[in-house]
């Protein structure tokens, strides 16, 4: 009887039905980019053999630094997201550690750790979550990530020591505790606990107060970013964008969230929207079949920022002290001035790895899923001049760089002529 009435309906309200059908599908957490891959997903990682002709020599893997986001997680703010949200949020992955005031000693017998739990029902949303906590999901992303990482350059290529060796890698992160569990998870993967230890081994996690960190966008060490911020909103573009699209869809939205027009964040509501998704929690109809036009808006938002005054220029702001250093860890190696660390690790977040990408002229304008990996690989390669050869990978694709005259493998002259001019420089 219910399939006879649809039949029976006018054909603009069978087109809304069947369009509200298909983002409801799309919006599921199986099949939302957003989401990342499912928990117990393998990479496939290209090899380098793909991305050079079928009668050059092997280039040499020198180096490998990888640039990550962090793992599925929970909302990371407080404010509502619509009215009556009926979710609550039970996390059960947890934290132990214990002080140690050695800060040289590799390894050490632990006879106690001490766990970190949140009440249930005393934290800002429904359930035990602290805001911005790394699920469950989350942790088995980044164990798959090292897990990926380990066959393609221990297993596949001979790279990386089969067993832990601490002088080969240098995991770096912001002091977000999302971030460093999942380098944490990451290095489980890639090198899974050993059984038969007595002892624990320390691997050092390098850090430093948010106020001064390059790992992410940071107008705190760059001021100019700030201004390039603001300036970007004030653009004929982005106000014909605002008049046109984005007041009205505020509009529309303020009804079905509950919330007045101007109090709504679209960048919280787009976290707001994606935690419920990717965690499978109820979102009413009537809000989720808004989520392809919050997710546009939110992409061109980041995009005209990236994009002011120019993706260099803001590449320079956002992401050039870190670049400096990525480079830095390059060119030890190409110089012969170091050997190690071989294995670079950087965990950071979404709205990091996105100006990164659009500073090389690479974003996809797709936003960046949870456990997204950019891999950076150091060769030495015969066949360049140069002797040296770069290559990006993003989630299992190639990159081309502009600038390296369309090939996957970057000459390392060119790299250093892109590389330059997204470097910070004292104008003084």
């Known amino acids: 009887q219910r399939l006879a009435e649809i039949i029976r309906m006018p054909p603009k309200y069978l087109v809304f039905i069947v369009l509200t059908h298909l983002i409801l599908i799309s919006a599921q957490s ?103 906590q790394l699920t469950q999901n989350g942790y088995q992303q980044q164990m798959d990530n090292g897990k990926s990482i380990r066959h393609q350059y221990i297993d596949l290529v001979p790279f990386l020591s089969k067993s832990l060796n601490t002088s080969e890698l240098f995991i770096r992160s912001d002091n977000a505790p999302r971030t460093i569990q999942s380098a944490q998870s990451s290095l489980k993967g890639l090198y899974p606990d050993e059984s038969d230890a007595i002892d624990s081994r320390i691997i050092n996690f390098y850090s430093m107060d948010h106020i001064m960190d390059d790992i992410t966008p940071n107008s705190n060490i760059c001021p100019l970013l700030s201004q390039y911020n603001t300036d970007s909103l004030l653009t004929p573009e982005v106000g014909l964008h605002n008049t046109t699209v984005l007041d009205p869809l505020l509009q529309e939205l303020s009804p079905v969230l509950g919330i007045p027009a101007n109090n709504i964040q679209m960048s ?52 050039g002290f870190l670049i400096q250093e990525m480079y830095g860890f390059f060119e030890s190696i190409v110089n012969g001035s170091a050997t190690d660390p071989r294995f670079i690790l950087w965990s950071s977040h979404d709205t990091a790895v996105m100006p990164f990408l659009s500073a090389f002229g690479v974003w996809n304008h797709q936003w960046c899923p949870y456990a997204a990996m950019l891999i950076m690989e150091l060769y030495e390669y015969s066949v360049y001049s140069s002797g040296w050869a770069i290559r990006y990978i993003f989630n299992d694709e190639v990159l081309v760089l502009p600038g390296c005259n369309g090939k996957e493998l970057c000459d390392w002259d060119d790299y250093q002529n892109i590389v330059q001019n997204l470097i910070p420089y004292d104008p003084s």
């Open 268 to 319: 919280h509501l787009y976290d707001c929207l994606n935690v419920h998704i990717c965690h499978d929690l109820y979102v009413p109809p009537q809000i989720l079949a808004f989520y392809p036009q919050v997710q546009a808006e939110r992409i061109y938002s980041e995009n005209a920022s990236y994009n002011y005054p120019n993706s260099t220029a803001y590449g320079l702001t956002s992401n």
């Open 30 to 132: 199986s099949s939302n980019p957003y989401c990342g891959r499912p928990p117990g997903s393998v990479r496939n990682i290209p090899s380098i053999e793909s991305s050079i002709p079928d009668d050059a020599p092997i280039p040499i893997l020198r180096q490998l630094q990888i640039y990550m986001r962090h793992g599925d997680r929970m909302i990371n703010k407080n404010g509502i997201c619509w009215v009556n949200d009926t979710a609550i949020y039970n996390c059960t992955l947890t934290q132990s550690g214990t002080p140690n005031p050695n800060p040289t000693e590799n390894q050490t017998s632990l006879p106690r750790l001490y766990r970190t739990k949140y009440m249930e029902g005393r934290n800002y949303w429904p359930g035990n979550c602290q805001l911005g």
